[in-house]
C-alpha cells in the first residue's frame, strides 16, 4: 500500500533516536535483558514544585483551549526567563509556545523555507533537522566537522558553504549528539560571515542549555547584528525533566513568531494547558533548583569517558553540555566480530545491540559516519554495565 501514501511521507525517514528505542523495548518485551543508551531523556522526576503547579491548575479548573501562541503570563515568564539567563530582551508577542521544541523547530522551517532553498547544517545536527528541510522542500547542505574542531565549524567552512540559494543555518549548542559547546568568540566569529548575507536566517537551538559542565552558555541573538535574523529556540523537556510535559517555545522576530502562530494555528493549535501553567513555575524557577542533576550529568560524563577510553578504538572529544558521548568508532570498520562483518557505524550500533544487549544510535542518522552516539542520562551501575558488556565483546 505504500504506493497510495503521499511521496512527502515515503521519503520521510524515520527517526535513528526513536527507531532504535522501539527495537530496544521490542527486545526488552521478549524478554532479553536490553540496557537503552539511546534516548535523549533525563531518568529523573519532574521536581516537585513544578508538579505542585499542575495540580493547582488542575484544581483551578484550567480545561480549555489554549491560545495559539500560549498563554499570555507564560509568554511573558518565558520572556522574563531570556532575559535573566540569555540577557535577550523579546517582548510576549515575539514568543510562540509550541508541543514541544521540535514542533517550534518544524514550525520556523515551514514558515521560513521555499522549495530549492539551501540549509546549511553542521555536521553532526540532530535527526530531526534534516528531515524538517526535506518536508520544507528545502535543500539539506552538510557542513562537516571531526574530532579535532570538537564537532565546531570554523568560519571559513561557513563561508564556503554559502550559495545564493543559502536561506537558513541551523546551530545547536550544547549540541546533541557531540556535546560540543560554542564559545561567544566562536559564534562571533561565524556571525561575521554572516554579516556579509542578510537574507540568511539563524535556527539557534538551546534546548541543552542548563546542562553545563563549563563555562555558559552564549546565546546566539546576543550578537547585536543577528538579533533580528535569528529564532531561539528552547523548551522545557531536558532542563527540567519534562519530555512527556512537551512544551517547547522559540523568541525570534514579530513577523516570524506572527507566521509561525499562523500555521500553528492550522496544525495542533495551542499546547496543552496544564503542561503550560507548569512550565510558567518551571521557567520563572532559578536555575540552582535544576543544579542537582546537572551535577550528576557530569558525574556521569566523567564515569563514561573514563570507561570508554579503556576500549581499543574509541575515540571521542570531552563533551562540555547535554547528555551524550560521540565516539569515533571507525577503526572497527572492515573487521568481522563474532561473524559478523561491520562495514559501518549502522553496522557496528546493529552489532552491539544484538551482541551486547546495549542500544546505542548510529551515527549516520546524525551526519557523522564514523561515529555512534550513547546517552548517560541513566543510572551509574546501568551505564558501567552497558560499558562493560560492550568493552567484552569487542575484546
Not at 565549524?153 to 558553504?161: F, M, V
Not at 546542562?211 to 546576543?222: E, H, M, P, Q
Not at 550528576?296 to 562540555?320: A, H, Q, T
Request: hydrophobic share 40%.
Amino acid at each position: 500500500m505504500k504506493n497510495l501514501l503521499s511521496n512527502r511521507i515515503n521519503r520521510l525517514p524515520v527517526s535513528q533516536t526513536l527507531a532504535m528505542a522501539a527495537k530496544a523495548r521490542e527486545l526488552k518485551a521478549a524478554g532479553k535483558d536490553i540496557i537503552s543508551l539511546s534516548l535523549g531523556e533525563p531518568d529523573f522526576n519532574t521536581p516537585d514544585f513544578i508538579k505542585e503547579a499542575a495540580i493547582k491548575a488542575i484544581k483551578d479548573n484550567y480545561n480549555s483551549y489554549t491560545p495559539v501562541n500560549g498563554y499570555l503570563d507564560l509568554r511573558e515568564a518565558i520572556c522574563y526567563k531570556f532575559k535573566r539567563d540569555n540577557q535577550l530582551e523579546y517582548h510576549p508577542n515575539q514568543i510562540v509556545v509550541s508541543t514541544g521544541a521540535k514542533q517550534s523547530l518544524a514550525n520556523v522551517a515551514m514558515v521560513l523555507l521555499n522549495p530549492g532553498d539551501e540549509v546549511l547544517l553542521p555536521a553532526p545536527f540532530w535527526v530531526s533537522y534534516e528531515a524538517m528541510v526535506n518536508l520544507a522542500e528545502a535543500v539539506p547542505v552538510t557542513i562537516p566537522t571531526s574530532i579535532k574542531t570538537d564537532f565546531k565549524i570554523t568560519p571559513k567552512q561557513l563561508e564556503d558553504a554559502i550559495t545564493p540559494k543559502t536561506k537558513l543555518i541551523f546551530f545547536n549548542s550544547p549540541n546533541n549528539p557531540s556535546g560540543s559547546v560554542y564559545t561567544e568568540e566562536e559564534y562571533r566569529a561565524l556571525a561575521k560571515v554572516l554579516e556579509k548575507y542578510p537574507n540568511i536566517f539563524v535556527i539557534s537551538d538551546e534546548i541543552y542549555e542548563h546542562i553545563l559542565y563549563k563555562g555558559t552558555n552564549f546565546s546566539f541573538a546576543r550578537i547585536k547584528s543577528m538579533y533580528n535574523r535569528t529564532i531561539t529556540v528552547n523548551g522545557v523537556s531536558k532542563s527540567f525533566a519534562m519530555t512527556g510535559w512537551r512544551i517547547g517555545y522559540i523568541g525570534a522576530p514579530k513577523w516570524i513568531a506572527k507566521a509561525c502562530t499562523k500555521f500553528q494555528g492550522q496544525i495542533t493549535s495551542g499546547a496543552n494547558c496544564i503542561a503550560q501553567r507548569a512550565t510558567i513555575a518551571a521557567v520563572k524557577s532559578p536555575v540552582s533548583k535544576i543544579k542537582f542533576m546537572v551535577d550528576e550529568f557530569k558525574i556521569r560524563r566523567d564515569l563514561v569517558l573514563n570507561l570508554l577510553s579503556e576500549i581499543d578504538g574509541f575515540k571521542f572529544n570531552i563533551p562540555d553540555g547535554a547528555f551524550y558521548v560521540f565516539p569515533d568508532i571507525s577503526y572497527y570498520f572492515g573487521k568481522t566480530i563474532k561473524e559478523v562483518k561491520i562495514n559501518n557505524a549502522t553496522d557496528f550500533s546493529l552489532f552491539l545491540l544484538e551482541h551486547a544487549n546495549v542500544a546505542t544510535v548510529t551515527g549516520d542518522a546524525f551526519g557523522q559516519p564514523n561515529c555512534i552516539r550513547l546517552s548517560y542520562a541513566t543510572s551509574q551501575d546501568l551505564l558501567k554495565e552497558a560499558i562493560k558488556r560492550i568493552k567484552d565483546v569487542l575484546s
